[in-house]
Nanobody, 125 residues
């Protein structure tokens, strides 16, 4: 049974930084993709940053240049460093992981099999 555990959410003022972590347990081998989606009330979850097992990274335009994703394959852990945070970054952030290589075709829109419970990020102006 794969479990994704997220850490690091919280409240911060605009312009500040936060670092999210996600640890995957119960995995046989390593996921092809790990990363982050986020969701605000009344809206769909959107992919914002995905890391591939080959070292590739994909970002949504809304976070490009401000967020950085990194992955420790050996520890099955993915990190999201969020800098220059804006009030519109306020959301529930979800960790995702996928065993199928097909996630690499369209990482931000893929229908991931594994999801974490979410961690809340609040950015005040």
């Amino acid at each position: 049974q794969v479990h994704l555990g997220e850490f690091g959410g919280g409240s911060v003022q605009a312009g500040g930084s936060l670092r999210l972590s996600c640890v995957a347990s119960g995995y046989t081998g390593s996921p092809y993709c790990m990363g982050w989606f986020r969701q605000t009330p009344g809206k769909e979850r959107k992919g914002i940053a995905i890391s591939g097992s080959d070292g590739s990274t994909t970002y949504a335009d809304s976070v490009k240049g401000r967020f950085a994703i990194s992955q420790d394959n050996a520890k099955r852990t993915v990190f999201l460093q969020m800098n220059s945070l804006k009030p519109e970054d306020t959301a529930m952030y979800y960790c995702v992981a996928e065993s199928s290589w097909s996630c690499r075709l369209n990482p931000l829109k893929y229908n991931y099999n594994y999801w974490g419970q979410g961690t809340r990020v609040t950015v005040s102006s």
